[in-house]
């Protein structure tokens, strides 16, 4: 099992340009979410898709976009970076319960 | 977004000590609450779940709850140089969400 995976690792963008961030659980999770982490902010939730064929907004939404591809895979897309979307991303997935397993993550860095 | 507060660190603790780490949060209608480690460059990794009042223990780390003050708190005993991390405390609210809080960042020095 490999967990959650997440593609790629290290990314360098220059705003404007626009990425798809991939992530896939081999779980057999329902639920699967994406999170940006900032220093001294926490993780705030970007979307999150409660089963296939479903989204939702979380609390920072703006400039992203997702897709549940299928149960397994839910990818991020930033249309057209800009430096305040500098972070790190995270995906996670849940079966029941709210107890997420976090991929290990994206660096991005928008110039 | 429901508000989640933890003690600012750095807490830095000796080798064997108890290192203890507080959380509030502001709603009132969260069920389950979690702690998460966080090791430098790495992604969050659960370590405690609890959803009852009271003590809740695994190994070194003891969970506690007090749903009518708002408050969860983490004890790791006989502190390991290998504790330390950034503790995160995450509290549910509506559906499938998680709140977050920024973290409390612990040294164990030998």
């Known amino acids: 099992n490999a967990g959650v995976t997440q593609t790629p690792k290290f990314q360098v963008l220059k705003t404007g340009q626009s990425m798809t961030l991939q992530c896939a659980q081999d779980m057999n999770h329902n639920s699967m979410y994406w999170y940006r982490q900032d220093p001294g902010m926490g993780l705030r939730l970007i979307y999150y898709?409660?089963?296939?064929?479903?989204?939702d907004k979380g609390e920072v939404p703006n400039g992203y976009n997702v897709s549940r591809l299928n149960k397994r895979e839910f990818s991020l897309r930033l249309e057209s970076a800009a430096p305040s979307q500098t972070s790190v991303y995270f995906c996670a997935s849940e079966m029941t319960g709210f107890e997420q397993y976090f991929g290990p993550g994206t660096r991005l860095t928008v110039t | 977004q429901k508000e989640v507060e933890q003690n600012s660190g750095p807490l830095s603790v000796p080798e064997g000590a108890i290192a203890s780490l507080n959380c509030t949060y502001s709603?009132?209608?969260?069920?389950?609450f979690f702690w998460y480690r966080q090791y430098s460059g790495k992604s969050p990794e659960l370590i405690m779940s609890i959803y009852s009042n009271g003590d809740k223990e695994d190994g070194r780390f003891t969970a506690q709850l007090n749903k009518a003050s708002q408050y969860v708190s983490l004890l790791i005993r006989d502190s390991q140089p290998s504790d330390s991390a950034t503790y995160l405390c995450?509290?549910?609210?509506?559906?499938?969400?998680?709140?977050f809080g920024a973290g409390t960042t612990v040294t164990v020095r030998a």
């Open positions: 898709s409660a089963s296939e064929g479903t989204t």
């Open positions: 709603d009132r209608g969260s069920q389950s």
């Open positions: 995450a509290v549910n609210y509506d559906d499938y969400k998680l709140s």
